[in-house]
């Protein structure tokens, strides 16, 4: 896995826990991206069963097939990470310049935090 | 060559033919090894992932008050051409369920009878003196289920060429609402794949 680049989306803040830091913009806080990926859109809201939500929108820059794994993890105020199958690795491979929509539910009403993986394979 | 020559010669010839690959342990939470044209762990893990997702999200389990639901799992049947333990998924999607809060089932209920007899059979000790009556379960303690989940997995088969094959699996559920008998939420989830038509159950 030489080959393996790391686009760490970071932790986004739902309810600002105490151990969180990052850049002023909520959006895109922490990122280290060195993928041929664009982040278009990260979007958070709350739905019907009162759980939170995020989508995350990237684009591909490659010019051929792209295949990356992604996951979401999600934590507690106080930072606990939730053990769930919902954050398990996910393959995907994209078309040249195709996109990549990523969405989770927190799998706890206590879930307000959340960090988004992606990584090239 | 003397006979203990030959027969020490045996031994280790037996001895390597018999090993085969080295056994490896799969670390399940980084697989990143190629599919197989059945089910395995990580379609039943896709599928119940993927289901309670939908579920928490419709809101369906959500009490208005923050309670729990009472959940009774029925009947949830392999429509595959494989040898299929449904629980694969429903037990996947029971812990996921009650770890969200949002859900608790009930093992005195379910299509297949009480899930767990011993409900029942502790029951049986009322008026056996030689147990602590206070500690024997008394009448009306069971809680009777609100929902009821039920499904189906579903397997198509079809032949792409002489050489390859697409196989489709249907992840189907429904949740039932015990007392109206409406389905508050139902969803399903496809995993398709396709390779060699040598390598496919029928």
């Known amino acids: 896995m030489n080959m393996v680049r790391l686009l760490l989306l970071g932790v986004f803040l739902l309810a600002t826990p ?11 806080k922490n990122i280290r991206n060195t993928s041929k990926l664009d ?14 939500n995020v989508l995350v929108e ?26 769930t199958i919902m954050s398990r690795w996910q393959n995907r491979t994209l078309p040249p310049k195709g996109s990549l929509e990523i969405s989770s539910v927190a799998p706890h009403a206590r879930a307000v935090a959340y960090k988004v993986e992606i990584e090239d394979l | 060559m003397s006979l203990r020559k030959l027969a020490i010669f045996s031994s280790v010839l037996l001895l390597v033919a018999c090993g085969g690959t080295t056994p490896v342990r799969v670390d399940t939470g980084n697989d990143t090894a190629g599919t197989v044209m059945g089910l395995d762990y ?46 694969q998924l429903v037990k996947k999607m029971r812990v996921e369920l009650l770890r969200s809060g949002k ?30 009556q206070d500690r024997v379960a008394g009448k009306g303690q069971m809680v009777a289920p609100d929902y009821s989940l039920s499904g189906k997995i579903i397997q198509r088969n079809n032949r792409i060429d002489s050489r390859n094959t697409q196989v489709d699996y249907y992840f189907q559920m429904t949740l039932t609402d015990i007392d109206t008998g409406l389905a508050y939420w139902e969803d399903e989830v496809p995993i398709i794949k396709r390779g060699s038509s040598k390598t496919v159950t029928w």
């Open chain 1, 18 to 28: 105490s151990w969180a830091s990052g850049e002023d913009d909520p959006q895109f």
């Open chain 1, 39 to 52: 982040l278009i859109e990260v979007r958070t809201w709350v739905d019907r069963g009162g759980m939170e």
């Open chain 1, 58 to 83: 990237a684009e591909s820059r490659s010019r051929f097939d792209k295949k990356v794994r992604y996951r979401v993890s999600w934590y507690s105020a106080n930072g606990e990470p939730f053990k």
């Open chain 2, 42 to 87: 990580r379609d039943f893990e896709d599928a119940a992932a993927n289901m309670v997702a939908s579920m928490l999200s419709s809101g369906a389990v959500s009490k208005p008050d923050g309670g729990r639901y009472v959940l009774a799992i029925s009947r949830v049947t392999n429509d595959t051409m494989q040898r299929l333990d449904t629980d």
């Open chain 2, 103 to 132: 859900v608790v089932v009930t093992t005195a209920v379910s299509g297949n009878g009480a899930e767990d007899a011993m409900s029942y059979q502790a029951r049986e000790l009322r008026g056996n003196d030689e147990f602590d």
